[in-house]
């Protein structure tokens, strides 16, 4: 398969008028700088340099509610990158930006510059939420917007929030089910920190909001990234991404950020897998030896973070030794071997078992 490479730009914008807590952009405009299309260009000739040969290029714009900006520069920054697919140069274009900021005439705009995929802000499908945390949309919205993006044949991501002010696990897992039933082709699931400059700061230091602690963020996103795993639907991001300002004790004051957020949520579901299964067969494990036979791309969400699941097997279960092997087994299975009597694990069966309980 081919490499996919993300050209990155982050459009923000100045004029947003809506008031989320967890956003900082409008208490900072000042220090912000209106991107041009010859920054466009600029970000996309930089990075062009360094990918390989025959990549699956896609650039994306980022800030969360591009077809909210003043539609001239919209039509700007897209003619760049339009240029650049029309010459076979880029494959796709994707932006991301705000249910209510979807309509006929906005869709056909973004088809005449060849946009490909359209990410919503949902954040939750609680409108409890959402009126909370100053989305200033409704669910029916989100339902409206995604009915117009698939009719009109983009792909659609959506992005979720946990621990957002009024969240619970439940509407958590309910966004989860809306969102599996709104059958998107991507989605993201971010947990919310509390960054410099923003109402959720001032809630925190009044005591009125608690950020989530890393390991409950944990739980939640395992849950989660589990319910999207046995839809096949495809999650290309757990956590924020770590830039010069998202790392604790620059920008973010508070909450549940990880640089490896992402592969402890991984490793935490096969240890509920690894769970389910040993409950289940209710093997002797003490003083035995465990042989873990997977596929070699997942040999450190199987081991965890400093061997973390293999220290947690070998406290709970008792085992005298865990080793785990790459070998030939396709992503969907894994090999248990214990004190020589193997078995052929199905991932996703007992990712149904671990789940049941949640839903
Ligand atoms: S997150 Fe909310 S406040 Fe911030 S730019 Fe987007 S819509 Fe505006």
């Known amino acids: 398969m081919n490499k996919h490479y993300i050209i990155p730009v982050f459009v923000p914008h100045l004029g947003c008028p809506h008031d989320c807590v967890f956003c900082n952009q409008r208490k900072i405009a000042s220090s912000i700088v209106d991107i041009t299309p010859r920054d466009v260009r600029y970000t996309i000739e930089k ?89 200033g949309h409704t669910i029916e919205d989100v339902y409206s917007s995604v009915e117009l993006i698939k009719k009109n044949g983009f792909k659609l991501g959506l992005q979720m929030m946990i621990g957002l002010p009024k969240d619970t696990l439940n509407k958590d897992i309910k966004t989860a089910m809306k969102f599996i039933e709104m059958d998107p082709d991507c989605v993201r699931i971010y947990p919310t920190l509390v960054i410099k400059d923003t109402y959720l700061e001032k809630l925190l230091y009044n005591k009125k909001y608690k950020a989530l602690e890393t390991e409950e963020a944990v739980y939640i996103s395992t849950i ?54 040993l409950k289940q067969k209710n093997i002797d494990t003490d003083k035995k030896e465990l042989t873990i036979t997977a596929n070699s791309k997942e040999i450190s969400n199987i081991s965890g973070q400093k061997s973390s699941n293999i220290n947690y097997l070998i406290k709970r279960y008792g085992f005298k030794k865990v080793r785990i092997y790459q070998g030939d087994v396709d992503m969907s299975h894994i090999y248990i071997e214990i004190d020589g009597i193997c078995d052929k694990i199905d991932l996703k069966l007992y990712m149904k078992s671990y789940i049941s309980e949640y839903i």
């Open 47 to 135: 990075y062009l340099s360094f990918f390989r040969q025959n990549s699956f290029i896609e650039i994306a714009f980022y800030g969360g509610s591009f077809t909210a900006i003043d539609t001239k520069l919209q039509n700007d920054l897209l003619g760049i990158a339009y240029e650049y697919k029309a010459k076979g140069i880029i494959d796709e274009i994707r932006l991301s930006t705000r249910p209510d900021a979807i309509d006929e005439g906005i869709l056909s705009n973004l088809k005449r510059y060849g946009v490909d995929t359209i990410e919503l802000g949902v954040q939750s499908m609680d409108q409890e939420v959402l009126d909370a945390s100053g989305r």
């Open 224 to 277: 989660l990234l589990t319910l999207f795993y046995l839809e096949n639907i495809n999650v290309i991001r757990v956590g924020l991404q770590v830039t010069e300002n998202i790392q604790l004790g620059e920008d973010v004051v508070s909450g549940p950020f990880h640089p490896a957020f992402r592969q402890i949520v991984e490793s935490n579901i096969y240890r509920q897998i690894l769970d389910a299964y």
